[in-house]
């Protein structure tokens, strides 16, 4: 027997869409002001220009090397569940990383973030 199909809902995709749109908005904040702050962050650590790019290289390299897995895993488990789960990772990582105590710890911090 075949299932019903879903009703459409435009007041639950509407807020959906706010969620979403919101959460973008946070990810694009974090990442606009990590720029402006590397010059600060390479004085405190005493790395060089090349070794700060690390700090934004390591979150893309592991975004764009876990998006086909994450993507498998919401196949697996639920869009919505590893959402939550995505969300929480980069919650945790991102306030860990303001309290990086050296510049190895930060890359990897932020390569979490990727995730």
């Known amino acids: 027997m075949l299932a019903a199909p879903k009703v459409f809902d435009p007041a639950y995709a509407r807020r959906v869409m706010l969620l979403l749109a919101g959460l973008v908005t946070v990810v694009l904040y974090v990442e606009g002001m990590l720029v402006p702050s590397l010059t600060a962050i390479a004085s405190e650590f005493s790395i060089n220009a090349a070794q ?15 998006s086909p897995v994450v993507g498998k895993l919401g196949d ?3 869009k919505k569940r590893v959402l939550v789960v995505v969300i929480a ?14 510049f190895t710890f930060m890359v990897v911090s932020r390569a979490f973030q990727g995730i």
């Not at 990772?89 to 050296?102: E, K, L, M, R």
């Open 52 to 66: 700060a790019s690390l700090i934004l290289s390591s979150y893309i390299v592991t975004g764009v090397a876990l």
């Open 89 to 102: 990772i980069y919650a945790a990582c991102v306030s860990v990383t303001g309290f990086s105590p050296n």
């Open 76 to 78: 697996i488990y639920g």
